[in-house]
């Protein structure tokens, strides 16, 4: 993570780190290791960009409830009424910085980490090389493929496709 006129930005690394951590399931304990490493700038930020993956990776109402459960939270716990409430309306910046304490961006980070996991699991099951457009969607756990992405200075332009050359399949 860098910061940049006072704001936190999250590097390919760090994007690429979240991605891979959700890959085949969330690893909690991975994204708790992580967040112990972070100032509470820093963790507001990863907070909000985890909430903007989840978004961005399609949101339904037995994925939201599903992720609920599965990160150990009643569905009509108050905390997480509030932050599915912000999560659908894009408002995850004001929702990360209304959090007053660390421990409870480490609860909402959990929430939103299961929410983000539950969503790409979905849309990653139905993604193949050939239709499949997206960086992300890599096999980030091959560190051959980590660092082709991190020389790549058009990374964005590649996908599951660009899997296969690197890996000699």
């Not at 929430?111 to 960086?135: D, I, K």
Request: hydrophobic share 45%; aromatic share 8%.
């Amino acid at each position: 993570m860098k910061l940049r006129n006072g704001q936190v930005l999250l590097e390919l690394s760090d994007l690429i780190r979240l991605n891979a951590l959700v890959r085949g399931g969330v690893d909690w304990d991975g994204f708790e290791a992580w967040n112990s490493e972070l100032t509470e700038q820093e963790s507001r930020a990863l907070l909000v960009e985890v909430l903007y993956c989840a978004s961005q990776a399609g949101l339904s109402e037995g994925v939201v409830e599903d992720a609920t459960r599965c990160a150990g939270f009643a569905e009509d716990d108050a905390f997480v009424l509030d932050a599915n409430v912000h999560l659908r309306s894009g408002a995850w910046s004001e929702w990360a910085d209304r959090l007053s304490e660390g421990v409870q961006i480490l609860r909402g980070l959990r929430w939103s980490v299961h929410v983000f996991g539950a969503a790409e699991a979905q849309v990653l099951a139905g993604e193949t090389p050939e239709s499949c457009n997206h960086w992300w969607h890599r096999d980030l756990l091959d560190e051959r493929v980590v660092a082709a992405l991190l020389r790549d200075p058009q990374f964005w332009k590649t996908s599951m496709r660009d899997d296969a050359a690197i890996k000699g399949a």
